[in-house]
């Protein structure tokens, strides 16, 4: 049987559920995932869930209208261990059964795209640590900088500012780069004068070398047409701030509509830049292979299988950022579903360009203790050739 990604939708807002499965057969676009690998579940067809595969639920429907089937339903999701998410329209109480009490819920207007971007975590192809890095020139956009540090922490995104996330008597310049290597996206404030410092021209080429997507929020007074061919970029506006943006840049700050559009924008940026990240990785693996005249295949889930002599299999898995134990950990579970051969081993790879010493040297130590091992980009060679 074909490995499938299960949604398991429950409820009547027929609405918000083709919304849904028009969005997310677009996250396996840019995933560069056979939509194939989706499979639509109502009520309805129930009979075809499986519950050896990934499943993720959504229920949107009234407690008015709560059956016993979608409850028996409900039951048999929450047995199988599977995210049953809540949407609700006004009011959690008022709206979702008393069964569904205990689940954390969203609202309609919390966009389709951030509930799109909960299945993929919930399906472990988007990570779930939510990191952004904000660059920025302090003189310039402190305050802007601050505000957006704040607005996306409410968000439940990690972001990374230098003013609050370096500890005091860390190693600044290498804990900087060590935390942007590990996020998602950079977002850059780009105000007037901020190519003319050195430590923001610094980060900016940094993230070139490392493929991290950067979503540019360009200041009013800017040229758009320096920028104009990067595919995340958002031109302000003097009406997007809240008091004249030259009287004091100091004191301005972002009106809500223009934040609202800014989290639109780093939540649709952040699958596709993933994805492009770990094509990256993916694509110097398989030529360090080729070079080594082995044979490996991409796997339609995205990871990386050498068949072995001895008819069991390698198995190697992209991993964007710092791998830690919890990847590991998750991988095993998840290559354990879709693989029916025997594994050898499972190896997850990763770019160790700008991760600190410290940590490099942990994830060596981890490798002679855990099952799951690490393997760094500049190590792919040896792999072959040993």
């Known amino acids: 049987m074909k490995y499938k990604y299960q949604l398991v939708l429950i409820g009547e807002n027929e609405e918000l559920f083709k919304s849904l499965q028009l969005q997310l057969q677009k996250s396996f676009d840019e995933l560069k995932l056979v939509v194939d690998l989706l499979k639509i579940i109502h009520e309805n067809n129930i009979d075809e869930y499986s519950g050896g595969q990934p499943a993720f639920v959504i229920y949107a429907g009234h407690k008015n209208d709560f059956t016993d089937n979608q409850k028996e339903i409900l039951e048999k999701q929450k047995l199988d261990g599977n995210i049953i998410l809540p949407v609700f329209d006004k009011s959690f109480t008022d709206e979702i059964p008393d069964f569904l009490s205990n689940q954390n819920g969203v609202t309609f207007n919390d966009n389709i795209v951030k509930i799109n971007n909960i299945i993929l975590e919930g399906f472990e192809l988007l990570r779930k640590n939510r990191k952004i890095f904000i660059s920025y020139k302090r003189s310039e ?3 802007i900088a601050i505000q ?23 190693e600044f310049q290498e804990e900087l780069w060590h935390r942007m290597t590990d996020c998602d996206l950079i977002l850059m404030l780009n105000t007037k004068e901020f190519l003319k410092s ?18 540019h929020l360009l200041w009013p007074d800017c040229d758009f047409e320096d920028f104009a061919h990067l595919a995340f970029s958002l031109k302000l506006k003097d009406s997007n701030f ?5 009287s004091d840049l100091t004191k301005g700050r972002l009106k809500k509509n223009i934040l609202t559009e800014i989290l639109n924008l780093v939540e649709s940026s952040r699958a596709r830049n993933l994805a492009s990240r770990q094509d990256a990785l993916i694509t110097e693996f398989t030529q360090a292979a080729k070079d080594n005249k082995q044979e490996v295949s991409l796997q ?23 791998p830690q134990s919890i990847n590991c950990h998750n991988s095993q579970k998840l290559i354990e579903k879709i693989e029916s051969r025997k594994i050898e ?14 940590w490099l040297e942990h994830l060596d130590w981890l490798n002679n203790y855990l099952e799951i091992k690490t393997l760094k980009k500049l190590d792919f060679n040896n792999e072959f050739s040993k």
């Open 300 to 322: 339609y889930s995205r990871y990386i299988t050498q068949a072995l002599p001895n008819g069991k299999s390698k198995i190697y898995i992209p991993t964007i950022g710092i």
């Open 148 to 170: 957006l540090y704040e607005f996306l922490e409410k968000n439940n995104f990690d972001v990374f500012i230098d003013t609050h996330s370096i500890d005091k008597g860390e």
């Open 242 to 246: 809240d008091t004249p943006l030259f």
């Open 345 to 358: 081993s499972i190896t997850l790879i990763y770019d160790e360009m700008s991760i600190r010493n410290y």
């Open 198 to 215: 050195d430590w923001c021209k610094q980060e900016l080429d940094k993230a070139h070398v490392k493929r991290i997507g950067i979503v």
């Open 141 to 143: 956009s402190s305050n």
